[in-house]
T-cell receptor, first 110, second 113 residues
Framework: KQEVTQIPAALSVPEGENLVLNCSFT??????LQWFRQDPGKGLTSLLL?????REQTSGRLNASLDKSSGRSTLYIAASQPGDSATYLC?????????FGKGTRLSVIA | DAGVIQSPRHEVTEMGQEVTLRCKPI?????LFWYRQTMMRGLELLIY????????DSGMPEDRFSAKMPNASFSTLKIQPSEPRDSAVYFC???????????FGSGTRLTVV
């Protein structure tokens, strides 16, 4: 059974810092990995989708990497801003639909 | 495209009442998923459909929960009778196919008192 773990559970940083969020998964037989953002009381917004054959994807200040063999992904956020404050969720799709981690709650302090 | 549309956004009901949550997937997406999010357990898959056919309902917690997809543009999740422990946010998502990413709706926040 696929399990997804995200560390840290919460993170607080000053504005302008570069930061890394970590995600690990137990079963490397995946189709893809998807990073989402969730604002309090809101739905999930897809940030990046990395196919199993890819090593990384970039969108603006966000860069996600995937090491399928070791079961790890990182989400790098450059020059963080208060508007980046949210919960970031990692999810993997394999032989079963998306399995989610518990998320990392990020606070960027102005 | 308007995205995945869920209704209602909020639902407050009394224990024992029937609750029906609704979802309209993105046109052309063959897969539809129902997830539930709680503080304790995070996001959990309840059931998913492919071309309107239920594929896996092993995540449905009890027989009180049922889901239907009568056509490609509409799905319902029904809880009868509802209990306080069903209080959660219920999300619907759709996907054009395996490996092609999911799009989530805004969710329905259910409170059973």
């Amino acid at each position: 059974k696929q399990e997804v773990t995200q560390i840290p559970a919460a993170l607080s940083v000053p504005e302008g810092e570069n930061l890394v969020l970590n995600c690990s998964f137990t079963d490397s037989a995946i189709y893809n990995l998807q990073w989402f953002r969730q604002d309090p009381g809101k739905g999930l917004t897809s940030l990046l989708l990395i196919q199993s054959s890819q090593r990384e994807q970039t969108s603006g200040r966000l860069n996600a990497s995937l090491d399928k063999s070791s079961g790890r992904s990182t989400l790098y956020i450059a020059a963080s801003q208060p508007g980046d404050s949210a919960t970031y969720l990692c999810a993997v799709e394999g032989n079963t639909p998306l399995v989610f981690g518990k998320g990392t709650r990020l606070s960027v302090i102005a | 495209d308007a995205g995945v549309i869920q209704s209602p956004r909020h639902e407050v009901t009394e224990m024992g009442q029937e609750v029906t949550l609704r979802c309209k997937p993105i046109s052309g997406h063959d897969y539809l998923f129902w997830y539930r999010q709680t503080m304790m357990r995070g996001l959990e898959l309840l059931i998913y459909f492919n071309n309107n056919v239920p594929i896996d309902d092993s995540g449905m917690p009890e027989d009180r929960f049922s889901a239907k997809m009568p056509n490609a543009s509409f799905s319902t999740l029904k809880i009868q009778p509802s209990e306080p422990r069903d209080s959660a946010v219920y999300f619907c998502a759709s996907s054009p196919g395996q490996g092609r990413g999911y799009t989530f709706g805004s969710g329905t926040r259910l409170t059973v008192v």
